[in-house]
């Protein structure tokens, strides 16, 4: 069980002992940030060296849950990994160790990409920074022996915290050559000269690193092992708030129209095509409700955040005819009806249903408390039993007390 369990590791932790108001205004899209702790632990509540060394140990990972990377370029999966029987059954992407092994003390660097599917405390940073920030963030583990290369020169998409967990890294950074890159714009080394770095360092166990998106930049060892996480920050950007424009336009003849007949092979055409947008452009302005489509978004965005699985419990008694349940606060979901389908938003989620449930709903939420054999026969028992044992796994239904 990790060492971390149950401590808490947010924002606020992880800029300290700066402020995040700080950060915020000072270097958030803005700058890099680096930060000499001095504390070579910590970060021990996500993640320590002797930690990963037993994950790596228990020998049960699978590919992709484990990937090699040398100078730059990633290994193909079959380079270190196997099928194993088990009677009639094939695991296939099982990760041999011995391979691994031997690849790492040759100077392959190791990559637990989205380590926090797997490790309870990064999940817990990750879900506590990504509520603070609304953006989604993820974390990798890479580990890299000494005097290796880990990456050649290249620039993400998302904006990354360097964690230093273990041993020492040298980077060097860079000017970015495209400005708070898309993630659809992703890094190119075709054509790429780095000019002199603008930062040059070496990371020691409890230091941070901060990079925006753009910002290229490269790292090795020399004489010491090392070990980091990074915590990349996937950012909503004001392209995907337009997309609610987008499709608020679907909704207008106008833009539904086709485009000229041979439009793509008559130059003419073009100062037709330009005026013609220019034109629903207008329409758009005058027709689309901007707090409609901020708030359409915003419903997406608190939708697509990961939520904690619920914890595995052995004793569960499946719910029968006469369970009693529970209905949360009216206040507190909203049913609805979107393309022919049923909607329910509830705790920040909207879940889609067939429409052939929508009355056996809202019987539901006109009750506080019920049990299913209370409820009208618009499905029948089998349906009605499954629908409501559905209901409870999302959250909506708990067990009346």
Known sequence: MPAAEGRAFDLAALLAPGSVEDFLASAWQRSPLHRRRGDPRAYDVVLTSAELEGFLNAGDLRYPALQLAKEGSYYAAEAYTRSAKHGTETFSGVVDMEKVRAEYRAGATLVLPALQR?????????EAIEAELSHPVHAN??????????????????????????????????E?????????QTFSPAGYVAGAPILE??????????????????????????????????????????????????????????LPAGFARRPELRAELAAGLAQRMEVLRGHA????????????ARAARPRSPTPFAVEVVVIGWQTELATPPAASYRIGTENGATSLEHDG?????????????????????????DLPRDL?????????????????LTRAR
Request: proline fraction near 7%; aromatic fraction near 10%; charge should be neutral.
């Open 118 to 126: 797997l490790w309870k405390p990064l999940r817990g940073a990750c």
């Open 380 to 396: 029948d028992e089998h349906a009605t039993l499954a629908f409501v044992r559905f209901l409870e796994g999302e959250g909506f």
């Open 176 to 184: 970015p050559p495209l400005a708070l890159p898309h993630h659809s």
């Open 349 to 373: 989620r909207k879940l889609f249903l067939p429409a052939a449930v929508r009355s056996t709903l809202e019987a539901i939420g006109a009750r506080t408390r019920f049990r299913p054999s």
């Open 201 to 258: 360092l070496e990371l020691h166990p409890g230091d941070l690193l901060y990079l925006p998106r753009g910002y290229v930049h490269s790292a090795a060892t020399s004489d010491s092992h090392s070990l980091h996480v990074t915590l990349g920050v996937t950012c909503f950007t004001w392209i995907e708030l337009m997309n609610e424009l987008q499709q608020a336009a679907k909704t207008m003849p106008a833009f539904r129209e086709a």
């Open 141 to 174: 583990a890479y580990l890299t022996p000494g005097n290796a290369l880990g990456f050649t020169p290249h620039y993400d998409t998302h904006d990354v915290f360097v964690l230093q967990i273990a041993g020492r890294k040298q980077w060097r950074v860079f």
């Open 289 to 300: 409700e901007p707090s409609a489509a901020v708030d359409a978004f915003l419903q997406r």
